[in-house]
């Protein structure tokens, strides 16, 4: 049986779920009701929420909190503090009565400090670039770059 290893100096709630071979690092915080997959790699000081949905083989490198509403299917790769938020008109002791969702398809790679505003989807496979502020969804294999972030053209070199 494959468990999952959890670092003495990580917080994580008993009614939380962890998948098998799932590593959790030091300062890492997982809430009651969270759902993170097998073969994840939860790196030092991530966080993630109850309402939150991580599936298999998914890294968060440092700095990394998933909130309430946000879906990161399997192999999905968060680079170190990638922003994800999850309210539209956020206030001060506010709740909104729902969370925006996001999604982020299966396999797809989210760059070092980008920024995923809330309630939009990006598609399989694709690849949002370092410091890029993502407002709208990204289609499946699509790189995305700047602020706001827009499809980079990749030119294919003629041989």
Known sequence: ???????????????????????????????AGARIGADCNL??????EGGAIIGDRVTLKCGVYIWNGIVLEDDVFC??????????HPRSRQ???????TVVEQGASIGAGAILLPGIRIGRG?????GAVVTRD??????WVGNPARH???????R
Request: a negative charge.
């Open 1 to 31: 049986m494959n468990r999952s290893q959890i670092d003495p100096h990580a917080i994580v709630h008993p009614d939380a779920r962890i998948g098998p071979g799932t590593r959790v690092w030091q300062f890492a915080i997982v809430l």
């Open 43 to 48: 790196n030092a000081h991530t966080l993630v």
């Open 79 to 88: 680079g170190p503090n990638a922003t994800f938020t999850n309210d539209r």
């Open 95 to 101: 709740t909104p009565p729902t969370w925006a969702n």
């Open 126 to 130: 694709a690849m949002i670039g370092a």
């Open 138 to 143: 990204v289609p499946a294999g699509e790189t």
């Open 152 to 158: 980079l053209e990749i030119q294919q070199a003629s």
